[in-house]
């Protein structure tokens, strides 16, 4: 069954601290995964593609990184602000299918 | 305006009434989508268009009506609503590398 499993289902970090994301993706087969955020009252914006052959990307404060070996993406954030507070989704094509994960929800305390 | 919209953006109704939501893509996007996004259960999906007056359901598509008659337009109808379909209706369409773009939602209350 195609899914995909993110964690920690939230988090609380303090301003100007690292954080990371974790997805495991059961998806076959698997072409891309992108990690999508979502700002409270808004709907979900792409943040990074990782395709097949690549292991990191980079988007500003945002890296996001696969193994393909053991079907896992994190995405890690540097040094956070107060606008990283959002749902940070894992999303993933599965066959005809889009497989969405339930979501990460960071909150950056001042 | 560029990208895609959703109408209304706020929505109370009552149970048993029929409401339409509206959503509207500048792209030319092939697919599109709805989705109903829900705590706890992240973003589910009602239906799905791959074209023009091509409509097919996906995970939820119970006590829900689409249509798509023209590219740009996908219209979500609740044919008699309920107070289980109180939630956050997100329109999107998809464009390169599985892409989707997402409307800015459609919060959705039924008494």
């Known amino acids: 069954k195609n899914q995909v499993e993110q964690s920690p289902q939230s988090l609380i970090i303090l301003e100007g601290k690292n954080c990371t994301l974790q997805c495991n993706y059961t998806v076959s087969p698997f072409s891309n995964l992108r990690w999508y955020k979502q700002d409270t009252g808004r709907g979900p914006v792409s943040l990074t593609i990782m395709t097949f052959s690549e292991n990191t990307k980079s988007n500003g404060r945002y890296t996001a990184t696969l193994d393909a070996d053991t079907k896992q993406s994190s995405l890690h954030i540097t040094a956070s602000q107060l606008s990283d507070s959002a749902s940070y989704i894992c999303?993933?094509?599965?066959?005809?299918?889009?497989?969405f994960g339930a979501g990460t929800r960071l909150f950056v305390k001042a | 305006d560029a990208g895609i919209t959703q109408s209304p953006r706020y929505k109370i109704t009552e149970t048993g009434r029929q409401v339409t939501l509206m959503c509207h893509q500048t792209w030319s996007h092939s697919y599109m989508f709805w989705y109903r996004q829900d705590l706890g259960h992240g973003l589910r999906l009602i239906y799905y268009?791959?074209?023009?007056?091509?409509?097919d359901k996906g995970e939820v598509p119970d006590g829900y009506v689409v249509s798509r008659s023209k590219t740009e337009n996908f219209p979500l109808t609740l044919e008699s609503a309920t107070r289980s379909q109180t939630s956050v209706y997100f329109c999107a369409s998809r464009g390169l590398a599985d892409e989707q773009f997402f409307g800015p939602g459609t919060r959705l209350t039924v008494l």
């Open positions: 268009s791959a074209a023009a007056d091509i409509t």
């Open positions: 999303v993933a094509p599965g066959g005809f299918k889009t497989i």
